[in-house]
């Protein structure tokens, strides 16, 4: 965990942390982040209404806050068991002096720099309140009151800390050293923030990789769970990608590096959600907004119990101020204020543990209100990646044409042919005279034999197509497969069948989304035929193939009109345009582009469709919380705001009242930490 210096707490109900302007380089200097702030951080609350300042520098520390407490306690007793002694009114107003001093020195220099300012704001209100009783000669209760606030603003920005430090924990991840191949030969370590592009780096078994890269020796499991949120280790090999902060297995690999320290997947993540952290969800507005509204009209308030008993109920001056007074303590909107803040950073915290990265509150907030959510199908839907999924022989062959079809399809760069040679693993055999026939297929001779691998259009230029061999083509053609055949001088000895495979769980998905009431909609450019079938696979009725970018976004639109909120997922540059357009976009991490990933509100580091359903799950708890705190909050404040004015609420009751539904929504806000799949 870097280090977060003490004075780097949230001086009462901060609101979303500020972001860092650039993220730290992965794996460099991790011990120098101390987060701290020395502007004064008051928020606005979109309005123009400020509602409370805060300051990241120095606050009370345990000891003080401990000696603070004593000395309160202490006035208290003097107060209590020297009654009218003529030396304890003096002593006791020291002791409470003193204790005032320890614990609100930082509450006094904020609450009157912002009544210079106009702010009405918390540390205002406290300060007024606390020197009000402390001149009517309340002066034991004003100590307890400031110490007792003192300490519920030091656990409550502790706890809301753990929010924060859930995402800036991702910083320890990437380690500060890499291995780096020399021009000599050798290996020298050197700090990984000055590793260069294309560089060479090794990472032994058990070590965690430094940077991101792609592997160029060396084969290993990688557990990538910090990064993508997946549960089991990855298999890796030449041509794969490895990312910073992930950790390496059993095998020793060699990668050459993709991404400088400050710009690997693990740094753009961690910038991401700082940003997100940023960006107030439409209830932190909310309640912004009322609490600007709120805190000036507590004031208001206050000041006529004050003025309005004595002159219109006839009460006693010092009685209708004390109240006044409680009443203010009482309505500290502080557990207000802080009820948002933590739980939308938990639930940001939560989503990235699990490979989600949301990149704003609001974004979170609004992915409960989907009713639609469009699917491309390649990557998305699909693995993206063509597979040999049948095969049989056709001749007299028999296994044999297995060989002869790897022998040819090996000398291919082609996808279709690099599918049909993982599929067959068949030995290869040597060709001679090859030669690829573009659009067509390939020709060698194996053996002595003249063959050749090609499409359903070769076979026919070669006049070997039959009745019976046109039936099961089209058998295989209406299933969306990609057919190669493999054929000699004397007819068809093979037929392959290649398709880009269903993901296991994409149907997981599409049955998600559909209990959670959203209607799932496959937008493709492939053909239709194509995608009707991997359609009725995953479970999804309603299609749209042959579509250009500008077609996917129109259907977006028209989704828009006819459900609501709509989602739009997809991992290309093709489909940039509709996860802008979107109300939310999804996009494939893994393997999807970066301008598909920088268009999207949301992106799934896994390429896991199942991550959707949870984003919605836990955007209706989050929403849920949300909501709970409010309720909450103005509860608690109600029933001693009553109390208060009925004469019955002491400032102790008022300040533990306050502490309390302060801690209250902080803990019920940190639960979303723990939220799980499902």
């Known amino acids: 965990m870097p280090a977060t210096d003490e004075r780097h707490r949230m001086k009462h109900c901060c609101s979303e942390p500020a972001p860092r302007a650039h993220p730290a380089p992965a794996g460099h200097g991790h011990g120098g982040h101390d987060h701290d702030h020395d502007h004064d951080h008051g928020h606005d609350d979109g309005e123009g209404g400020h509602l409370h300042d805060h300051d990241h520098g ?41 204790a005032i001093g320890l614990s609100g020195v930082e509450t006094y220099t904020q609450g009157f720099a912002a009544l210079r300012r106009g702010r009405l704001n918390i540390n205002a209100l406290m300060s007024v309140a606390v020197t009000g009783a402390f001149l009517i000669g309340q002066w034991p209760e004003a100590a307890m009151v400031m110490a007792l606030y003192a300490i519920a603003e030091l656990i409550e920005g502790r706890a809301a800390d753990r929010a924060r430090n859930a995402i800036a924990g991702l910083l320890a991840l990437a380690p500060e050293q890499a291995e780096v191949l020399q021009s000599d030969g050798s290996w020298r370590a050197q700090p990984a923030a000055e590793v260069p592009l294309d560089a060479v780096v090794r990472i032994r078994p058990g070590e965690r990789v430094p940077l991101d890269g792609v592997v160029t020796e060396g084969r290993s499991s990688i557990d990538q769970a910090p990064v993508t949120g997946e549960s089991l280790p990855v298999d890796k090999g030449p041509g794969d990608t490895v990312f910073a902060g992930t950790v390496n297995a059993e095998g020793a690999l060699q990668f050459r590096v993709t991404a400088a320290a400050g710009n690997t997947t693990l740094a753009r993540i961690i910038h991401a959600v700082e940003q997100a952290q940023a960006t107030r969800a439409p209830t932190q507005r909310f309640v912004d907004r009322f609490a600007a509204i709120y805190t000036p009209a507590v004031f208001v308030l206050a000041l006529a119990v004050a003025l309005g008993g004595p002159l219109l109920f006839g009460m006693a001056w010092l009685d209708a101020v004390y109240k006044a007074l409680v009443l203010l303590v009482v309505a500290c909107p502080c ?89 067959l693993a068949a030995a290869h055999q040597p060709v001679d005279d090859f030669r690829a026939l573009p659009g067509r297929g390939l020709q060698g001779r194996v053996d002595g034999r003249e063959l050749v691998l090609g499409n359903h259009r070769l076979i026919e230029e070669r006049g070997q197509c039959s009745t019976a061999l046109e039936a099961l083509l089209r058998t295989h053609e209406e299933q969306g497969r990609t057919l190669t055949l493999l054929a000699d001088a004397g007819g068809v000895l093979a037929l392959f069948a290649v398709a880009d495979t269903i993901k296991d769980s994409s149907r997981e998905a599409v049955a998600e989304f559909k209990r959670l009431g959203v209607v799932p909609v496959m937008l493709t450019g492939d053909n239709l035929a194509t995608a009707q079938t991997v359609a009725r696979e995953a479970g999804i009725t309603e299609v749209q193939g042959n579509l250009l970018p500008e077609d996917k976004l129109a259907a977006i639109e028209a989704l828009q009109q006819r459900h609501g909120a709509t989602a739009m997922t997809g991992d290309g540059i093709n489909d940039a345009p509709a996860l802008a357009r979107a109300d939310i976009g999804f996009a494939m991490g893994g393997a999807g582009t970066d301008v598909a990933m920088e268009a999207a509100d949301v992106v799934i580091m896994n390429d896991d469709l199942r991550r959707i359903p949870e984003t919605i799950r836990l955007s209706r708890r989050t929403h849920g919380v949300l909501w709970q705190n409010i309720v909450l909050a103005l509860g608690i404040k109600s029933v001693f705001m009553v109390l208060a004015l009925l004469g019955t609420a002491t400032m102790w009751m008022a300040v533990f009242a306050d502490m309390g539904a302060t801690l209250l929504v902080v803990a019920n806000g940190l639960r979303l930490l723990r939220a799980r799949a499902g």
């Open 58 to 98: 120095a606050g009370p520390g345990v000891g003080r806050l401990a000696a603070a407490l004593a000395l309160a306690i202490a006035a208290e007793l003097l107060h209590f068991l020297a009654g009218d002694a003529p030396w304890s009114k003096g002593l006791g107003l020291a002791v409470a002096a003193v």
């Open 335 to 423: 557990a207000l204020v802080i009820a948002t803040p933590v739980t939308v950073v938990s639930a940001l915290a939560a989503a990235a543990r699990r490979g989600i990265l949301v990149k704003g509150g609001s974004h979170l907030e609004n992915a409960r209100r989907l009713k639609a959510i469009a699917l491309d199908k390649t990557g998305t839907i699909t693995a993206g990646k063509p597979q040999l999924v049948h095969w049989e022989a056709l001749g007299a062959g028999g296994d044999a044409s297995a060989g002869l079809a790897a022998a040819l399809a090996a000398r291919s760069d082609h996808p279709v042919s690099r599918a049909i040679v993982q599929g």
